[in-house]
């Protein structure tokens, strides 16, 4: 809408100048967000989720929030679920932190930590919850024994598992092509970022002391640099056994420069998550396994739980949370797929084998699945990648 003053010219000069003065000091803030709604009406408050950066992982994770929103009926309790995709940087979601804070539209708050032990990131958190907002964890944590008091839940993966559990099956494929020592080399975004180092620690610990971890390679969700950070470690470490990928866009990273430089005989390949490109590189050899989270169900069960925090529904958390008093009893995990080639299933000589897993199997933590298997559960939420 344009406004005129027809009574003062100058005015008018005066309010104009201020807002584009105040558009221009505001641009970079705006620009780092990207925002997917569902429709509550007027007047509806928001449930607000901040990824830690722009990646199809999350595109998966806001289809996950849709489906919430319209199995909890957010629409009927008048709030409309957000995704805001964060620029990367500890920064941006300081500042958008700060803006919610003022905003009397927020009913709740999900983030996806990009530093665990960011002073500020805590900070901010814990001002929108002394206003009455509930703050949540979702895929990143705050590093709890930190900061204890920064939030009451996280909806995600055990990472530590996680990060055990691929390093296992990496342990079983090296052995099974004769690799009884040797290093491998971890990519990720952040090094400090609470999910990448409890996956990074939790395979290096799997692996164990024959297998040398060479490096950790971080790359700040710069695309470009994940490929020449393989390509550099490829140069620093040509004899190198195996690269991990941490983080989705780690994975197809991996496996392109892997093949760009005809290296896939030497060099093993375990991922975590399973973006679009990774799910294709695994179909043509390039890939020996990854282990996927669920991040459609992290958005469903944010919604659940930011609704019961709003309204007070005290048995849908004691459900979720059933143990919340005891250490570790306030995060709710959404479960691991360890997903294979087609051509290992049903193989005797198959490197991997459900008895390799069987702890984690009984246990209802991990699911093993053929890329077959896999693709054809992606096709039935009309999804690409998880």
Same mark, same amino acid.
């Given at each position: =809408?344009?406004?005129?003053?027809?009574?003062?010219?100058?005015?008018?000069?005066?309010?104009?100048?201020?807002?584009?003065?105040?558009?221009?000091?505001?641009?970079?803030?705006?620009?780092?967000?990207?925002?997917?709604?569902?429709?509550?009406?007027?007047?509806?408050?928001?449930?607000?989720?901040?990824?830690?950066?722009?990646?199809?992982?999350?595109?998966?994770?806001?289809? *996950?929030?849709?489906?919430? !929103?319209?199995?909890?009926?957010?629409?009927?309790?008048?709030?409309?679920?957000?995704?805001?995709?964060?620029?990367?940087?500890?920064?941006?979601?300081?500042?958008?932190?700060?803006?919610?804070?003022?905003?009397?539209?927020?009913? *709740?708050?999900?983030?996806?930590?990009?530093?665990?032990?960011?002073?500020?990131?805590?900070?901010?958190?814990?001002?929108?919850?002394?206003?009455?907002?509930?703050?949540?964890?979702?895929?990143?944590?705050?590093?709890?024994?930190?900061?204890?008091?920064?939030?009451?839940?996280?909806?995600?993966?055990?990472?530590?598992?996680?990060?055990?559990?691929?390093?296992?099956?990496?342990?079983?494929? #090296?052995?099974?092509?004769?690799?009884?020592?040797? *290093?491998?080399?971890?990519?990720?975004?952040?090094?400090?970022?609470?999910?990448?180092?409890?996956? =990074?620690?939790?395979?290096?610990?799997?692996?164990?002391?024959?297998?040398?971890?060479?490096?950790?390679?971080?790359?700040?969700?710069?695309?470009?640099?994940?490929?020449?950070?393989?390509?550099?470690? #490829?140069?620093?470490?040509?004899?190198?056994?195996?690269?991990?990928?941490?983080?989705?866009?780690?994975?197809?990273?991996?496996?392109?420069?892997?093949?760009?430089?005809?290296?896939?005989?030497?060099?093993?390949?375990?991922?975590?998550?399973?973006?679009?490109?990774?799910?294709?590189? =695994?179909?043509?050899?390039?890939?020996?396994? =990854?282990?996927?989270?669920?991040?459609?169900?992290?958005?469903?069960?944010?919604?659940?739980?930011?609704?019961?925090?709003?309204?007070?529904?005290? !048995?849908?958390?004691?459900?979720?949370?059933?143990?919340?008093?005891?250490?570790?009893?306030?995060?709710?995990?959404?479960? #691991?797929?360890?997903?294979?080639?087609?051509?290992?299933?049903?193989?005797?000589?198959?490197?991997?084998?459900?008895?390799?897993?069987?702890?984690?199997?009984?246990?209802?933590?991990?699911?093993?699945?053929?890329?077959?298997?896999?693709?054809?559960?992606?096709?039935?939420?009309?999804?690409?990648?998880?």
């Amino acid at each position: =809408m344009t406004v005129v003053f027809r009574s003062s010219y100058r005015f008018c000069f005066l309010f104009l100048f201020l807002c584009g003065f105040t558009s221009i000091g505001c641009k970079q803030s705006v620009d780092s967000y990207s925002v997917n709604k569902t429709n509550a009406g007027e007047n509806s408050k928001r449930f607000i989720f901040i990824t830690n950066g722009d990646d199809p992982y999350f595109d998966v994770l806001n289809a *996950g929030l849709q489906a919430g !929103a319209e199995k909890y009926d957010l629409a009927g309790s008048k709030i409309e679920v957000v995704m805001e995709k964060n620029n990367a940087t500890a920064q941006g979601q300081i500042n958008r932190l700060r803006q919610l804070v003022t905003q009397a539209d927020v009913a *709740g708050v999900a983030i996806s930590v990009i530093q665990a032990e960011n002073v500020a990131i805590v900070e901010e958190m814990k001002r929108l919850a002394e206003k009455g907002v509930p703050v949540i964890t979702v895929d990143g944590d705050i590093n709890h024994n930190l900061f204890l008091d920064a939030r009451p839940f996280y909806i995600g993966t055990d990472n530590s598992i996680a990060g055990r559990l691929l390093g296992t099956a990496a342990k079983k494929v #090296l052995e099974a092509r004769g690799v009884d020592e040797g *290093g491998f080399i971890q990519f990720t975004g952040f090094t400090d970022n609470d999910n990448a180092r409890a996956r =990074m620690n939790g395979c290096r610990d799997a692996l164990g002391k024959k297998y040398i971890e060479l490096d950790r390679m971080a790359d700040s969700f710069d695309h470009s640099r994940a490929r020449d950070n393989v390509r550099t470690a #490829l140069v620093n470490h040509p004899d190198v056994n195996a690269l991990v990928g941490i983080w989705a866009y780690n994975a197809p990273a991996i496996a392109e420069v892997v093949v760009e430089r005809r290296a896939r005989g030497q060099i093993s390949i375990f991922t975590f998550d399973a973006a679009a490109q990774a799910i294709e590189h =695994m179909k043509n050899g390039h890939i020996d396994c =990854m282990i996927v989270q669920n991040p459609f169900e992290m958005g469903v069960q944010t919604v659940r739980l930011l609704l019961a925090m709003v309204e007070e529904q005290d !048995a849908v958390i004691a459900e979720m949370f059933p143990n919340s008093n005891e250490p570790g009893g306030d995060k709710y995990t959404t479960g #691991l797929r360890l997903i294979i080639p087609d051509d290992w299933a049903g193989d005797s000589n198959s490197p991997i084998s459900a008895k390799d897993l069987e702890s984690a199997i009984s246990a209802g933590t991990l699911e093993v699945l053929t890329l077959s298997v896999f693709r054809e559960w992606l096709k039935k939420y009309d999804l690409s990648s998880s």
